[in-house]
Each structure stands twice: as structure tokens, then as C-alpha cells.
T-cell receptor, first 112, second 112 residues
């Protein structure tokens, strides 16, 4: 089945650690996105990419990094510089020029 | 002022009621409008996608866009308990990267 797979579903991080969230899609989409969701704030864009080896900062990129070495994969690293990383992280993808974005099931990150 | 405003609710209705969910926006360049449904601890699921103004119907769901008022609506007819979820509006402008801007989401509860 085609879709977007995020892993892990739950992730716990200690203070000062970097963690990487995985996002893989087999929909042949060119564009991929990372959003952060906090209660009562909707989805905020962290990073997005329209093509391999190219990506752009979203509205809240500080403390995060991404790579796009393959069309199918867009991993997100939450660095120790991110002061408040506890949130629900959502990955999405779409065809370029078509803004119907489809989402994965999310990763819930908790700092312990 | 946020680019997209959405009443967070919660909205509680009896089964069978007609539900009206709304978003307002400030950016007149928005042309693509979407409604997503999100169940607790899950990724958003695309419900409706509309380009520019007008109505679109899909089963019990109707999406309306009024660009002159910068106002979009989602109507749910014959609401069911399974419709209980958070509904997110999203929109974007043509050209450039497909940057989707989301509302905060409205939490809906349909009780039997």
C-alpha cells in the first residue's frame, strides 16, 4: 500500500541529546514537509523540501535540521538547541504544484 | 494577527445534527483550500480539497469558499459519533514552495 511511514511512534529524549525522526514515503511525491503540533496551536511548519538535496526553513526551524538525500526519505533531527522539543511531529508529502498534502501518523516526542 | 483563524471549540452536537465549521483568513493570495480530520493521536486525514471559490460536495460533507469574505466553511450533514475529531482548515497560495498554512483546529464531539 502507498503511504507515509513515520517512526518511531513514541520517542523519549534526555536533555542535551539529539534525536532523529524518520519519514519515508512511497507515493512518488516530490515535496515533503515536517510540521510540529502543540495543543491549541494547529500545525507549524518546520522544514520543507521540493527536490532531493534541497530544502527550505519553515516558520520554526531553529533547533531542527533535515536532509533530503533520497526522494523517498526526509529525516528530521531535533537537536539539543531546541529548547522545548516535547510535541507531536508530523511528516507530510505532496506532488509539486499540487497542494494536497498527505500525512503520516506522527511521532510523539517527550523530553525526560 | 494569525493568517488563518479557526475557533478551537469544543463544539458538541447531538447525532444527526448539521455541523458548520469555519475559518477566516487574511491573505488574499490563497487559492487552495483544504479540510483535514484528525483523530486523537493520529495524523490528519485529507477530507476536502477546493481550488478558488465555490462549493464542493462529497457524501455528507460540503466545503464552501467565499474569497470575497475570506471565509471558508465545512458542513457535515447527519453527523455521526464517528465524526468526533478535530477538524483543521489549511490553505496555500500558488507558486513557489507549497507552504500550507493551518488553522488551530476545531474539536467536534457528536454525542448519541
Amino acid at each position: 500500500d502507498g503511504g507515509i511511514t513515520q517512526s518511531p511512534k513514541y520517542l523519549f529524549r534526555k536533555e542535551g541529546q539529539n534525536v532523529t525522526l524518520s519519514c519515508e514515503q512511497n507515493l512518488n511525491h516530490d515535496a515533503m514537509y515536517w510540521y510540529r503540533q502543540d495543543p491549541g496551536q494547529g500545525l507549524r511548519l518546520i522544514y520543507y523540501s521540493q527536490i532531493v538535496n534541497d530544502f527550505q526553513k519553515g516558520d520554526i526551524a531553529e533547533g531542527y535540521s533535515v536532509s533530503r538525500e533520497k526522494k523517498e526519505s526526509f529525516p528530521l533531527t531535533v537537536t539539543s538547541a531546541q529548547k522545548n522539543p516535547t510535541a507531536f511531529y508530523l511528516c507530510a508529502s505532496s506532488f509539486t504544484g499540487n497542494t494536497e498534502a498527505f500525512f503520516g501518523q506522527g511521532t510523539r516526542l517527550t523530553v525526560v | 494577527q494569525k493568517e488563518v483563524e479557526q475557533d478551537p471549540g469544543p463544539l458538541s452536537v447531538p447525532e444527526g445534527a448539521i455541523v458548520s465549521l469555519n475559518c477566516t483568513y487574511s491573505n488574499s493570495a490563497f487559492q487552495y483550500f483544504m479540510w483535514y480530520r484528525q483523530y486523537s493521536r493520529k495524523g490528519p486525514e485529507l477530507l476536502m480539497y477546493t481550488y478558488s471559490s465555490g462549493n464542493k460536495e462529497d457524501g455528507r460533507f460540503t466545503a464552501q469558499v467565499d474569497k470575497s469574505s475570506k471565509y471558508i466553511s465545512l458542513f457535515i450533514r447527519d453527523s455521526q459519533p464517528s465524526d468526533s475529531a478535530t477538524y483543521l482548515c489549511a490553505m496555500s497560495a500558488p507558486g513557489g514552495y507549497n507552504k500550507l498554512i493551518f488553522g488551530a483546529g476545531t474539536r467536534l464531539a457528536v454525542h448519541p
